[in-house]
């Protein structure tokens, strides 16, 4: 984006202040901004990386300036010219998560890209932007595996056990619900309480529920204890079969 058109969404009272000379104020601001930034021309070299991206891949300016993808990170080369000829080919932003080998060896590390044209330079340029979530990515993975770990105990009880979210709509039921009602989780999934249970309970479920979401307290209701879960849902656990 050139530095007149960042200029429009300025507030009126900024407009045609005396400001520093725009593309330098720019580079200024890429140049020091705690994210990784970069540019690359219509062949995919680099033309610009500020100090945090050198920083992060131990890399100095002539290492980078002028090389690929395929120079610098082979091993991911392919996808990363990938997203950049999706960005040329539509004009459009981008937003992915790119996965990078790091320097010294560990793991690659996940990264939110935001991907961009950037059309007041030479053809085929494209500007972007990255945040790191490794950290996060790998909680997410932690996470998946307790749920998962958590359900196949859940499967294993005699008792019916369901998982809802917003709305109070069914997200997971375990094999006692399953074989009961004949049907799959992937059948059950956004439906309600209205095709199992009899009209009057519709409401006394749908208000439990939301109790315990709004208080993110336990509730023993006489037809079905519901608890709270992350992620604003709940767990009801119906007896046995």
């Known amino acids: 984006m050139s530095y007149e ?122 500007g972007g932007m990255a945040f790191e979530i490794t950290a996060l990515q790998r909680a997410e993975h932690e996470r998946a595996k307790v749920e998962d770990a958590h359900r196949q105990i859940l499967d294993a009880m005699p008792d019916m056990v369901l998982v809802k979210g917003p709305g109070s709509r069914l997200e997971w039921a375990n094999k006692g619900f399953r074989e009961a009602d004949g049907l799959s989780n992937a059948q059950l999934r956004g439906l309600m309480d209205a095709p199992f249970v009899e009209p009057d309970l519709t409401q006394q479920y749908v208000g439990a529920d939301l109790r315990v979401f709004e208080s993110v307290q336990p509730l023993n209701p006489p037809h079905a204890p519901v608890r709270p879960l992350a992620g604003a849902r709940v767990m009801v656990h119906t007896g046995k079969t």
């Open 5 to 126: 058109a960042m200029s429009t969404f300025w507030p009126p009272a900024m407009r045609g202040a005396a400001v520093p000379d725009g593309p330098m104020m720019l580079s200024v601001f890429m140049t020091h901004s705690p994210t990784l930034a970069w540019v690359k021309d219509g062949q995919g070299c680099y033309r610009f990386v500020n100090a945090r991206m050198l920083s992060r891949f131990e890399l100095d300016a002539d290492d980078i300036l002028g090389k690929t993808d395929h120079d610098i990170f082979p091993d991911s080369a392919d996808v990363l010219r990938a997203h950049d000829q999706q960005v040329l080919a539509t004009g459009m932003p981008l937003e992915a998560i790119e996965e990078v080998p790091e320097a010294s060896g560990k793991p690659p590390a996940s990264w939110f890209v935001i991907k961009f044209p950037l059309p007041d330079c030479p053809p085929g340029y494209v």
